[in-house]
């Protein structure tokens, strides 16, 4: 620390700006304060977090500060819960917490421990659309689809709670989702057309386009080589 008080020292600390931070802040991250270390960003506590994701129990470690968006993508794998503002503006990070409409960037796991959590994965039927996606897909209430996943998942928590909405009813449900693609009237057909699913007045839509056959069905075989060119 006598660098510090001598001439030297001074000039060095105006001449090196590195050699400044390491004595400040030690090569760890640590400030030195007299003959101690005390830990610039203390590491979170480890907890046991549990809930039941998509109707599948898990049981993992979380720090304590962790968010349930992240967790739910990073560690349960639930990809389709999107990450769009990060600020609780956008609806694309909505679950649904034991059946109500949640954003989870606003929300830390540990708040929601031995919750029942439904993602969008989790709205399927089996390997079937269930009717809300089938009528997104049907009515383009889907475009470049970033928004989908939010608005999908809150529009089922609607339906959940009432077959018949208004389009008032509707837009106040997904007035927390933004969409820069369909101009939400679209969206407000496709959550219309699925509450008639749920009311049992019309069936699941076929899928928007038939699926195209197999070019190979016998399996790739060895790829062809344009003419003139040895194998
Ligand atoms: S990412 Fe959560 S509201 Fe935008
Ligand atoms: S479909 Fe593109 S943002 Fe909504």
Sequence with gaps: MTIFTSNRGLNLIHLNPILICILSYGVAGERVVGSEYVKMTPAA???IWSATVNTKSFEILINSNAVLLDVLRDQVGTLGVKR????????????????EPRL?????????????????????????????????????GSQCGFCTPGFLVASQALLDENPS???QEISEAIEGNLCRCTGYQQIIES?????????????????????????????????????????
């Design 165 to 167: 909405p208004t389009d």
């Design 104 to 140: 989870s960037c606003l929300c830390l796991a540990g708040q929601v421990s031995e919750t029942s959590i439904t993602t969008v994965e989790g709205l399927a039927i089996g390997a079937h659309l269930a009717p809300i996606q089938a009528c997104f897909a049907k009515y383009g």
């Design 45 to 47: 506590e480890k907890n």
């Design 84 to 99: 769009g503002c990060d600020l609780g503006t956008c609806g694309c990070c909505t679950v649904m917490i034991d059946g």
């Design 191 to 231: 959550i219309q057309e699925a509450a008639k699913i749920h009311r049992g007045e019309v069936a699941i839509p076929g899928p928007a386009s038939d699926p195209h056959p197999d070019p190979h069905p016998g399996g790739p075989g060895e790829p062809s080589m344009p003419p003139g060119h040895a194998k």
